[in-house]
């Protein structure tokens, strides 16, 4: 009987067939949410219950000298107001240091930060009484610029010395060699700007008063962090907290930081008022006051020798924060150590900035600190290229990460990686040099391009971080399976991936089990981010049917008269290895094993062994275990408008085993288009640190038409040892590169770089214009040949 | 009478309904409040995203936009109309099949609009399909696979009519 969970998910690596992994089985949720029975947070509507409307400041750093709430006394009997003061525990909610209040005390540092919510027994009076709340500002200097912030005399947090909240670093080898044995270099600067998940939808929690504390369901993706935000606030243990998910609208990140703060603020008016409350945040709320993808600022300066090998890059990072550190540390944190983008680099020097503005806080977002980076690697991936006469995607496999490479922080790939290889397949499968060389021909007003970009994205949680899976599983009576796991479904399929999981371990057909995932009930098992859920998710449940496979041995051994090694599962049936011609029903194993009193149910727990990280070279162990995309991407621009219609994507994945390859389409077109719009038309436009468009109709995300044919994936299946059947993750992967291979395509089509996303029609137009006048300049000046 | 509210008398899905409503109450609010219809979701209260969709004498509003006393006479239908004696309509077993569905938030605002765009043009070309669907917005999906379900529905559709 092998009990060595090392040994367990060996056996699953090696094995070669399989029932229903790999397998595009339907959603286990699809058929609620087709019928429109899927419960979110909003339906939980009810006579009787506590609406909370937001109030924000109308200042982006101010002090708070007084809060009026006489205006929503008279507006009716039913209405009061939770400010700071009406927080029993400690208004204390920031993710990565103590920062950041629930609602703000006396300063406020974010146009559209919470300050108090509006309490009423219908929705519309609550937020009518947000307009009645008269609050008494003191302005104060606000710094909107992270570049400016980081040597002015303004002062975000007024207790600490500087706006400055981390800094990180990575350095090896030695750049001054790297470069002076550089046989081009390239240099610029690359500037990414806030993105809004645009869920469609938004943030929201309802909270019922318990025996003894608070029942919360929520928009989230963390039950356990929600839990503890929420004992915190209310100054209660938390075990007086039960967190559940609803079904979630979309979260892409987001929710991770949000939902703990909806939940805790529904939670307080439930709490206090001994009522039901809900508070849901309009969608010109959500888009105000809800954290967004960090704007960077990456000065990149990199080079390479003439026969086509990176030598040497050097990297200024400077996050923008925005007004609290929120998950800073860590989204700058990755992007200091994938600044290499997936290519050995001997020579490196990467530093990074967190800096705090008066400006609404950065928060997760798919790709969480990656997408900046990489989009300035890959623009520079392409300039050297061009500079050494090179095809950009030959020099990208001349320098890519193969097994056996070390990475920017000198980690050792000891499993196999799979992006050589994918690059290689794209390259065939578009057709990649026909149309290199094709569409340079091309006039006229509608010019074409093709244009590659890879990505790299370490998986789970970073550097010595604990990371662990956790599961539990329990069979009743019937011989249906429950199985409880802290990682929620929030529309990325990955309870329908867990059951895939779990059928494939048992042997039994998948519509006997059910998951019970994003509960405070299951263990806790870390959050669902960093594109972990269905791989560092999946070990806990891999470990824990084995265990109860173990446990009804004996049993099938004696029914099937056979030893307990040659009890095997499958089809739904059990039976023996010797004579599988004998076998008997799960069920009446079940049974069997009940009449012994064999208890069924069993936990799987693995804790993901790390590596050291040396934080003063920022050298070592960086992640478990890092999943590759490569995107191609072919563009048309209209030269006369400025507008890139994006034709066509070719996605090619190495993220290990794919468990369910519809939900793995539905990840890589879903991101592509984020990355798209974050590329093209997303834009939050901000004056003086205030939110202008606030909606869908100022702030553009992609519709039908914007969206490009997006071809099937290809998948080269480098697997990774701790992962469930080798699985490492997909969540993020397509949205890194989408933004780089839209604008090396731009750039392949029209000669035009773009190194200020979004590349937006206007924008894009007067760079066009401002190229073609220099190339004419320089023609007229004699300069160029 | 209730104070300041008055009665609106309609078909939903099939069945009258009389109810009271505030006058200047949206009719995703009275479907959503009053009558407890919860697949009609609110993701934006301005027109903008298409999740509140309903059929509106078969074509498609954003019940956001329409005040709830207008509604008077009309037939109304959510995504509970479309399937009939417990069998799913073609588009939601496509939506299924072609894995259309992710979040599901947008989904049964997806669902009627491409209904009314098969009930009058069973055989629509991708670019009306696109068209059809420009209005509602998707944040998960990328569209490709609630494009690939409105032409699988389309085509089960077009072989069961042969088939009656």
């Given at each position: 009987?092998?009990?060595?969970?090392?040994?367990?998910?060996?056996?699953?690596?090696?094995?070669?067939?399989?029932?229903?992994?790999?397998?595009?089985?339907?959603?286990?949720?699809?058929?609620?949410?087709?019928?429109?029975?899927?419960?979110?947070?909003?339906?939980?509507?009810?006579?009787?219950?506590?609406?909370?409307?937001?109030?924000?400041?109308?200042?982006?750093?101010?002090?708070?000298?007084?809060?009026?709430?006489?205006?929503?006394?008279?507006?009716?009997?039913?209405?009061?107001?939770?400010?700071?003061?009406?927080?029993?525990?400690?208004?204390?909610?920031?993710?990565?240091?103590?920062?950041?209040?629930?609602?703000?005390?006396?300063?406020?540092?974010?146009?559209?930060?919470?300050?108090?919510?509006?309490?009423?027994?219908?929705?519309?009076?609550?937020?009518?009484?947000?307009?009645?709340?008269?609050?008494?500002?003191?302005?104060?200097?606000?710094?909107?610029?992270?570049?400016?912030?980081?040597?002015?005399?303004?002062?975000?947090?007024?207790?600490?010395?500087?706006?400055?909240?981390?800094?990180?670093?990575?350095?090896?080898?030695?750049?001054?060699?790297?470069?002076?044995?550089?046989?081009?270099?390239?240099?610029?600067?690359?500037?990414?700007?806030?993105?809004?998940?645009?869920?469609?939808?938004?943030?929201?929690?309802?909270?019922?008063?318990?025996?003894?504390?608070?029942?919360?369901?929520?928009?989230?993706?963390?039950?356990?962090?929600?839990?503890?935000?929420?004992?915190?606030?209310?100054?209660?243990?938390?075990?007086?907290?039960?967190?559940?998910?609803?079904?979630?609208?979309?979260?892409?990140?987001?929710?991770?930081?949000?939902?703990?703060?909806?939940?805790?603020?529904?939670?307080?008016?439930?709490?206090?008022?001994?009522?039901?409350?809900?508070?849901?945040?309009?969608?010109?709320?959500?888009?105000?006051?809800?954290?967004?993808?960090?704007?960077?600022?990456?000065?990149?300066?990199?080079?390479?020798?003439?026969?086509?090998?990176?030598?040497?890059?050097?990297?200024?990072?400077?996050?923008?924060?925005?007004?609290?550190?929120?998950?800073?540390?860590?989204?700058?944190?990755?992007?200091?150590?994938?600044?290499?983008?997936?290519?050995?680099?001997?020579?490196?020097?990467?530093?990074?900035?967190?800096?705090?503005?008066?400006?609404?806080?950065?928060?997760?977002?798919?790709?969480?600190?990656?997408?900046?980076?990489?989009?300035?690697?890959?623009?520079?991936?392409?300039?050297?290229?061009?500079?050494?006469?090179?095809?950009?995607?030959?020099?990208?496999?001349?320098?890519?990460?193969?097994?056996?490479?070390?990475?920017?922080?000198?980690?050792?790939?000891?499993?196999?990686?799979?992006?050589?290889?994918?690059?290689?397949?794209?390259?065939?499968?578009?057709?990649?040099?026909?149309?290199?060389?094709?569409?340079?021909?091309?006039?006229?007003?509608?010019?074409?391009?093709?244009?590659?970009?890879?990505?790299?994205?370490?998986?789970?949680?970073?550097?010595?971080?604990?990371?662990?899976?956790?599961?539990?599983?329990k069979i009743d009576r019937e011989g249906k399976?429950?199985?409880?796991?802290?990682?929620?479904?929030?529309?990325?399929?990955?309870?329908?991936?867990?059951?895939?999981?779990?059928?494939?371990?048992?042997?039994?057909?998948?519509?006997?089990?059910?998951?019970?995932?994003?509960?405070?009930?299951?263990?806790?098992?870390?959050?669902?981010?960093?594109?972990?859920?269905?791989?560092?998710?999946?070990?806990?449940?891999?470990?824990?049917?084995?265990?109860l496979?173990?446990k009804m041995?004996?049993t099938a051994?004696?029914l099937?008269?056979?030893?307990?090694?040659?009890?095997?599962?499958?089809?739904?049936?059990?039976?023996?290895?010797?004579?599988?011609?004998?076998?008997?029903?799960w069920n009446d194993l079940i049974e069997e094993c009940y009449k012994e009193k064999i208890e069924l149910s069993?936990?799987?727990?693995?804790?993901?062994?790390?590596?050291?990280?040396?934080?003063?070279?920022?050298?070592?162990?960086?992640?478990?275990?890092?999943?590759?995309?490569?995107?191609?991407?072919?563009?048309?621009?209209?030269?006369?408008?400025?507008?890139?219609?994006?034709?066509?994507?070719?996605?090619?994945?190495?993220?290990?085993?794919?468990?369910?390859?519809?939900?793995?389409?539905?990840?890589?077109?879903?991101?592509?288009?984020?990355?798209?719009?974050?590329?093209?038309?997303?834009?939050?436009?901000?004056?003086?640190?205030?939110?202008?468009?606030?909606?869908?109709?100022?702030?553009?995300?992609?519709?039908?038409?914007?969206?490009?044919?997006?071809?099937?994936?290809?998948?080269?299946?480098?697997?990774?040892?701790?992962?469930?059947?080798?699985?490492?993750?997909?969540?993020?992967?397509?949205?890194?590169?989408?933004?780089?291979?839209?604008?090396?395509?731009?750039?392949?089509?029209?000669?035009?770089?773009?190194?200020?996303?979004?590349?937006?029609?206007?924008?894009?137009?007067?760079?066009?214009?401002?190229?073609?006048?220099?190339?004419?300049?320089?023609?007229?000046?004699?300069?160029?040949? | 009478?209730?104070?300041?509210?008055?009665?609106?008398?309609?078909?939903?899905?099939?069945?009258?309904?009389?109810?009271?409503?505030?006058?200047?109450?949206?009719?995703?609010?009275?479907?959503?409040?009053?009558?407890?219809?919860?697949?009609?979701?609110?993701?934006?209260?301005?027109?903008?995203?298409?999740?509140?969709?309903?059929?509106?004498?078969?074509?498609?509003?954003?019940?956001?936009?329409?005040?709830?006393?207008?509604?008077?006479?009309?037939?109304?239908?959510?995504?509970?109309?479309?399937?009939?004696?417990?069998?799913?309509?073609?588009?939601?077993?496509?939506?299924?099949?072609?894995?259309?569905?992710?979040?599901?938030?947008?989904?049964?605002?997806?669902?009627?609009?491409?209904?009314?765009?098969?009930?009058?043009?069973?055989?629509?070309?991708?670019?009306?399909?696109?068209?059809?669907?420009?209005?509602?917005?998707?944040?998960?999906?990328?569209?490709?696979?609630?494009?690939?379900?409105?032409?699988?529905?389309?085509?089960?559709?077009?072989?069961?009519?042969?088939?009656?």
């Open positions: 009987m092998e009990t060595d969970p090392y040994k367990l998910l060996d056996k699953w690596l090696k094995t070669k067939k399989f029932n229903v992994i790999g397998r595009g089985m339907e959603r286990t949720d699809a058929l609620d949410k087709v019928l429109g029975r899927a419960k979110y947070v909003e339906d939980y509507f009810s006579d009787g219950m506590l609406f909370g409307s937001l109030v924000k400041s109308e200042q982006s750093h101010a002090l708070i000298q007084h809060i009026d709430i006489s205006g929503v006394e008279h507006l009716s009997d039913s209405c009061s107001v939770f400010t700071a003061e009406d927080i029993p525990g400690t208004n204390e909610v920031g993710y990565t240091i103590p920062d950041q209040p629930l609602l703000a005390a006396k300063k406020v540092r974010f146009h559209g930060e919470p300050i108090a919510l509006v309490v009423a027994e219908d929705p519309d009076l609550a937020k009518e009484g947000t307009e009645l709340v008269k609050i008494r500002y003191k302005p104060l200097k606000s710094v909107f610029d992270p570049l400016e912030a980081i040597d002015s005399k303004i002062r975000v947090h007024e207790e600490q010395g500087s706006n400055i909240v981390l800094k990180t670093h990575s350095s090896k080898g030695n750049i001054v060699e790297g470069f002076s044995k550089s046989d081009v270099l390239v240099k610029h600067t690359y500037r990414t700007h806030y993105q809004d998940h645009a869920y469609l939808e938004t943030e929201g929690a309802v909270a019922f008063p318990a025996s003894n504390g608070v029942r919360v369901i929520g928009s989230i993706q963390y039950p356990h962090l929600a839990q503890q935000i929420t004992a915190r606030v209310l100054g209660i243990g938390t075990d007086q907290v039960e967190v559940v998910q609803a079904v979630v609208g979309g979260a892409f990140g987001g929710k991770d930081d949000m939902g703990p703060l909806l939940c805790a603020q529904a939670a307080l008016i439930a709490f206090k008022l001994g009522k039901p409350a809900m508070v849901t945040y309009s969608r010109e709320d959500s888009m105000i006051a809800h954290c967004k993808r960090d704007p960077a600022v990456v000065e990149y300066k990199s080079g390479a020798t003439r026969d086509g090998k990176l030598s040497a890059i050097e990297a200024r990072i400077i996050f923008d924060s925005g007004a609290y550190a929120n998950r800073g540390p860590f989204t700058l944190w990755r992007a200091t150590m994938h600044a290499s983008g997936p290519y050995e680099v001997p020579n490196a020097r990467v530093e990074g900035y967190l800096v705090y503005t008066n400006k609404v806080f950065q928060g997760s977002f798919r790709g969480f600190g990656n997408p900046p980076v990489q989009f300035a690697v890959e623009s520079q991936m392409d300039e050297l290229a061009e500079k050494l006469g090179m095809d950009p995607l030959e020099f990208r496999l001349k320098n890519i990460l193969r097994k056996g490479s070390r990475t920017l922080t000198n980690q050792l790939l000891e499993d196999s990686v799979g992006i050589g290889e994918a690059l290689s397949k794209a390259k065939e499968k578009s057709n990649w040099k026909e149309k290199r060389t094709e569409y340079r021909k091309a006039s006229g007003d509608k010019v074409k391009g093709i244009g590659v970009a890879c990505g790299w994205h370490g998986i789970s949680t970073s550097q010595g971080v604990p990371d662990w899976s956790n599961a539990l599983i399976v429950a199985a409880y796991t802290g990682i929620t479904e929030i529309g990325q399929g990955t309870h329908t991936g867990h059951v895939q999981v779990v059928s494939e371990v048992l042997g039994i057909p998948t519509d006997l089990i059910k998951i019970e995932g994003g509960t405070t009930a299951a263990p806790d098992t870390g959050a669902t981010h960093a594109s972990r859920g269905m791989s560092v998710g999946g070990i806990g449940l891999i470990l824990a049917a084995e265990k496979k173990q041995e004996k051994a004696r099937l008269a056979c030893t307990s090694s040659q009890v095997r599962f499958g089809r739904g049936l059990v039976f023996s290895a010797k004579s599988p011609e004998r076998s008997i029903r069993a936990e799987g727990y693995f804790g993901l062994p790390k590596g050291k990280f040396d934080g003063k070279k920022g050298q070592g162990f960086a992640y478990p275990t890092f999943s590759y995309i490569v995107n191609v991407a072919e563009v048309e621009v209209d030269l006369r408008t400025g507008m890139t219609k994006v034709l066509r994507i070719w996605p090619a994945l190495a993220s290990g085993k794919i468990i369910n390859p519809v939900q793995v389409e539905g990840q890589v077109e879903g991101a592509i288009a984020q990355g798209l719009g974050y590329a093209l038309m997303e834009e939050i436009a901000l004056k003086d640190g205030v939110v202008l468009n606030p909606n869908f109709t100022d702030y553009l995300i992609p519709t039908t038409f914007d969206m490009p044919e997006i071809e099937k994936p290809i998948y080269v299946e480098d697997l990774f040892r701790y992962g469930p059947f080798g699985a490492k993750g997909v969540g993020e992967m397509s949205l890194i590169p989408t933004p780089s291979a839209i604008s090396n395509a731009v750039y392949h089509a029209t000669g035009s770089r773009i190194r200020e996303l979004p590349a937006t029609p206007e924008k894009l137009y007067w760079t066009i214009k401002s190229a073609a006048e220099s190339r004419t300049k320089q023609r007229k000046e004699g300069t160029s040949p | 009478m209730k104070e300041g509210k008055v009665l609106v008398r309609f078909r939903l899905n099939g069945k009258p309904v009389e109810t009271f409503t505030k006058p200047n109450d949206t009719l995703l609010n009275l479907l959503r409040r009053n009558l407890g219809i919860t697949s009609v979701k609110r993701g934006c209260e301005v027109g903008e995203c298409g999740a509140c969709t309903v059929l509106l004498d078969g074509n498609p509003v954003v019940s956001c936009l329409i005040l709830a006393p207008t509604v008077e006479g009309k037939e109304i239908t959510t995504i509970e109309g479309i399937s009939k004696e417990g069998e799913l309509h073609p588009l939601q077993q496509a939506f299924i099949k072609a894995g259309a569905v992710q979040c599901g938030f947008c989904t049964p605002g997806m669902i009627l609009t491409a209904k009314a765009l098969l009930d009058k043009n069973p055989n629509p070309s991708l670019r009306e399909i696109k068209e059809a669907i420009q209005g509602n917005l998707c944040r998960c999906t990328g569209y490709t696979k609630i494009i690939q379900a409105i032409q699988l529905a389309s085509k089960e559709i077009k072989s069961s009519c042969i088939s009656d």
